[in-house]
């Protein structure tokens, strides 16, 4: 197998309005840390794909396509065979065109949806640096348990989840895997990649464009190995950074997994990463050169539903604007559900969420991504029954439709459950990660 790399630099001027946190007044005044794109190129004598992390916090598929087809222009490479991922981080531009019902429109002109455009020529000309820079490779795999992440589900004195607070006996996939490419020819490094599972927000409501603390655990390991490093984030629906930043409440108290205190958190969670990945790597003594490649176009159906019937949308309706004869602005978020519900029930219905789901394996090695903020339960389970050593949960992969939380968090409720139906008119239902995890399991049945 060939493979390449390269890093883009798609950092925006100040001035535009930051993803996360639903603050339509957190507008970038400043630059904490470059934003890039980490591109790995990969392929053999009869195709090529492409792995691209991004440092966008998310991204609308319709967007993801459109890049993608814009690389395919630039480079060949096939859009079908491109991967694009969000390493999630809450302080970069709102690259998305859909609106959260109840929160202030947070760019209402759409100048983070003007920039993904604009730096398509920046990602499509790293990907042809990594295409040219290809050549024959070993690649050395390895794997750690590691404490970058940790469940941010915990629940206060009454069992309801509540406020991010971290959990380290609740479920969360604490592996992090790592992967060294050398020169087949010289032994030199190529590059590296990174995959591990936490949401990239240790920075909190800042108002800087940073990369978060990824950014910092890769530049730790760029410093010791002089090349290009890529991270993916995995399981991130219900995993937070570990911080030292504590937090309390009237009846929920811990230390936060949700957002951070800003860089000196973000300094902990990405040294305490880059500490993990670098000794991993360095345990890495098995280099292998045969690495079968493989690129499956598989299709995930997951079933979803309208969150109001028509007759509970027009009571919410009736009854709200009874109460309120002149509307505000910003209106009650159900209220606000109820009349995006009671528009889509005059369109057509769309019983499933069809996606079109693109696999790229290498030897022992597979990325999986899905359009959510997977919950840690997923991951877990590809990785149990999956016969690959390595298949790697890749959240936010080729676009965004929020999260996909597991049976038992819907049971429990909490901030990632209740924002399903103020995120789309259409709700997934409650075992759509069981369905979604099976069909990519059976995709990966056919590489054997």
Not at 55 to 79: N, P, Q, V
Not at 163 to 188: A, C, S, W
Not at 314 to 330: F, G, H, S
Request: charged share 25%; glycine share 8%.
């Amino acid at each position: 197998m060939k493979i390449g790399f390269a890093i883009g630099d798609i950092t925006p001027e100040i001035g535009l309005f930051l993803a996360g946190y639903g603050n339509p007044e957190r507008i970038a005044t400043g630059v904490h840390s470059p934003l890039c794109a980490s591109v790995m190129v990969m392929g053999d004598e009869n195709k090529t794909a492409a792995v691209i992390a991004l440092d966008w916090c998310t991204l609308d598929e319709s967007i993801a396509w459109d890049m993608r087809k814009g690389i395919e222009e630039a480079s060949g490479i096939k859009a079908e065979d491109i991967i694009l991922c969000c390493t999630h981080t809450h302080s970069s531009p709102n690259t998305r065109r859909s609106v959260t019902a109840g929160r202030s429109a947070c760019d209402p002109e759409q100048k983070g949806v003007k920039y993904a455009y604009d730096v398509i020529k920046i990602i499509a000309a790293a990907v042809n640096e990594a295409k040219d820079n290809m050549c024959d490779c070993t690649a050395g795999f390895g794997s750690t348990k590691t404490k970058t992440g940790v469940s941010r589900r915990g629940t206060n004195r009454f069992g309801k989840v509540s406020g991010f607070i971290e959990d380290p006996y609740l479920m969360h996939d604490d592996n992090m895997t790592v992967v060294r490419f050398k020169n087949i020819q010289d032994g030199n490094d190529l590059g590296i990649f990174v995959h591990c599972s936490a949401h990239n927000t240790s920075m909190g409501a800042n108002r800087d464009y940073s990369s978060d603390w990824c950014g910092i655990m890769r530049e730790r390991i760029r410093d010791r190995y002089k090349v290009p490093v890529v991270f993916v984030n995995g399981a991130i629906g219900d995993s937070g950074p570990r911080t030292n930043r504590w937090s309390e409440f009237k009846s929920v108290y811990g230390y936060s997994a949700g957002g951070g205190d800003g860089i000196k958190a973000a300094e902990e969670v990405g040294f305490r990463a880059a500490s993990d990945a670098l000794r991993c790597l360095e345990d890495i003594k098995d280099f292998r050169s045969v690495l079968p490649f493989a690129v499956l176009h598989n299709e995930l159906r997951i079933p979803q539903a309208l969150s109001m019937s028509q007759e509970e949308a027009e009571k919410v309706i009736q009854e709200y604007e009874a109460a309120n004869p002149v509307i505000p602005d910003e209106p009650d978020r159900k209220y606000q559900v109820a009349k995006s519900n009671l528009a889509a029930w005059k369109l057509p219905p769309e019983p499933e969420l069809i996606i079109k789901q693109t696999i790229i394996s290498f030897g022992p090695l597979a990325f999986l991504p899905f359009p959510f903020e997977m919950f840690s339960m997923f991951s877990l389970r590809l990785r149990k029954y999956s016969n690959l050593e390595y298949p790697l949960l890749c959240s936010i992969g080729n676009g965004y439709y929020g999260y996909m939380p597991d049976r038992a968090a819907f049971a429990m409720g909490g901030y990632e459950v209740e924002w399903l139906c103020f995120a789309r008119n259409y709700v997934i239902a409650q075992d759509a990660g069981d369905i979604a995890v099976t069909q990519t399991l059976d995709a990966l049945d056919k590489l054997e």
